[in-house]
Structure formats: C-alpha cells, structure tokens
C-alpha cells in the first residue's frame, strides 16, 4: 500500500510553505492509516482530500478562491480503478467536502457529473449540511480577489513566472491550486480523487481540468493512478492524468511517465502544471513545471516525506521546464 498528496503546483509564496507542508503530511498520514486498517483505496483518498479540503491554505473547500464577482464554485473528482468508475461536481458553492459529494453521484446515482444547481440540490438530498460562502472564503482568498483584476494575469503569475515576484501581486498571493490524492490499498485497487476552488477571477462558469475524467484525475487498478494540478485548461487539452497512467501501461518506469506527460503538455500547448503517480505496483513518482509544488507519501515501507519542493531542486522527483 501506498499514498501521495499535493496541495497544488504554482508559485506557492513562502508565507505558506509551512502550512503547506503540514497539510500534506496531514493528509497522506490520515489515508496511510485507514489503508493500514485494510481500507480502500477510495476512503483514503477521499480521507486525503478532505483534509485538504478543511485547511484553508488550499484552494479547495475552505480555501476556494472567488471567481470574477467573487463567488465561490469548486469542482472535484474521484475515481477508482477496479471497475472505472467516477463521480464528479462542477460549479457547486454550498458544501464543505465537494469530495464527498463527487463520491455520492458515483455511488448513489446512474451519472457521473452533477454541475452548479443540480449538484447543491443533490447534495440537500444526501443530507449534506449546506455551509455559507462566508465559511468557505480564507482571508488569503479575499486578497487575491481584491488583488487582481483579470484572470490571465493571475494564470501568468501562478504557472508561468519565476521567481519571488509571482509570489504576490500587490502584497497578496498570486491564486492557489487543486489538491488532490492517489493510493493503492492492500487489495491491490487504485484510486485517485482532486479538488479544486478554480482559478482566482475565473468567468462565472468556468470548469477546469479537475472534474474531467482523464484530466484532473484517472486511474487503472491494472497499472495505477493520477492526479494533476496546474494551469486546467492546458491540463485539460492534452489529457495528462490518463496520458501518464497510459505511459505506465506502455511499460514505461512511472518517473519517466510523470516527466514525459510534463514535457507533452509543454511541448503541444505550452502548459504547465504538476502530476503525483501511483503504480500498481506502488511506486510512487511526482513532477511539476511550475515554480513549486507541494506534496507529501508514505511509501511502501510506511516512510513518509513531505515538503514544498521548488522547480529543479531534484531531477528524480522534478520534470525540469522545457525551454
């Protein structure tokens, strides 16, 4: 069994590299345990992004950032790789855990996309306690709302600037990223889940990669699994979750896949991002284009390490940046 979190790839600002770094290693212990209890792979990872989904250092649940009138709308995903299944929300402003809610439509009705009314509508019938914007909006979120006033300048300074600058526009951070997690249990099952706030000043509307199947996320119990952060509509466009858990099929050694999907991604549509990878085998691998990502695992032997790594600090786990 294995497991491996992030808590998105962009310019993340020092100001929160700690709380990153605990929220990650947070996550992936809270999964790590219940695959120890014998578990599946879907409570862990369902269990990560929650988790992630309550810290607001993440733009996901609690941390979601406002769109262009400064509304909330998240997405999430979660699948798993026994059967491919997958249940997804777009748009949904009123629930904590869109997570849990993703899991609900996979597993209690005969969709696997529920978006903006329909989805808050189903998560009333779930029961699932309606939370306000006001509970889900960070300070942090706030200031980059305040801060920025067209969403292509917030995707310049989170994913494709360099260096201290793109870390606050104004004094506020630039716009964080999706969180998202991939474990395999002690049965052999893959699952991935990834949640996201969207874009700071994104158009009311707009839907990223994350609830996309084979975007945001994918997976395959015969070879593994993945979850990707970044700029979405690039990620969308190239299908980089199932990009990387196909290269695994092809045999390729899952670092190599991470690392290749990258450089795809940069090559055909110049995008950016990061993927974390699980094997079925459970090898763990993880890589990303922007300035930083952060991400935390417990490998095979239970080790866990956790950090905010920034780009180039180690080709075994960073996909250098095309030029």
């Known amino acids: 069994m294995a497991v491996i979190v992030h808590g998105g790839a962009y310019a993340i600002p020092d100001s929160i590299v700690d709380a990153s770094v605990k929220g990650c290693t947070r996550a992936a212990t809270e999964a790590h345990k219940l695959l120890k209890e014998g578990r599946s792979a879907l409570d862990a990872v369902e269990a990560a992004v929650r988790v992630l989904e309550d810290d607001p250092a993440f733009d996901a649940g609690h941390g979601s950032v406002l769109n262009a009138i400064g509304e909330i709308e998240m997405d999430a995903i979660i699948m798993e790789g026994r059967d491919l299944k997958f249940g997804a929300v777009a748009g949904v402003k009123s629930v904590a855990n869109p997570v849990t809610l993703a899991r609900l439509v996979m597993e209690k009705t005969d969709h696997v996309m529920l978006i903006g009314e329909g989805a808050d509508k189903f998560a009333r019938e779930m ?167 952060a991400w935390a695992c417990v490998d095979l032997e239970g080790k866990v390490e956790s950090k905010v790594e920034g780009l180039g600090t180690s080709r075994g786990h960073v996909a250098a940046r095309a030029s």
């Open 127 to 293: 029961g699932i306690p309606e939370v306000s914007k006001e509970e889900l909006v960070s300070e942090i979120a706030r200031k980059e709302w305040e801060s920025h006033s067209k969403f292509s300048t917030v995707v310049r300074d989170c994913f494709y600037t360099t260096g201290n600058a793109a870390a606050t526009v104004n004094g506020a951070h630039c716009g964080h990223d999706t969180v998202g997690a991939v474990a395999l249990d002690l049965s052999g099952n893959v699952a991935c889940a990834t949640s996201t706030g969207g874009i700071t000043m994104k158009r009311v509307g707009r839907v990223g990669d994350v609830p996309l199947v084979g975007c945001g996320g994918y997976c395959d119990s015969e070879v593994g699994g993945a979850s990707c952060t970044g700029h979405g509509e690039s990620i969308a466009r190239v299908t980089l979750a199932r990009r990387a858990v196909e290269l695994l099929r092809a045999g390729v050694e899952p670092q190599a896949a991470v690392d290749s999907a990258l450089e795809y991604m940069w090559k055909r549509v110049g995008g950016h991002g990061g993927i974390i990878l699980v094997d079925k085998e459970g090898r763990i691998a993880k890589g990303f284009t922007t300035e930083r990502m």
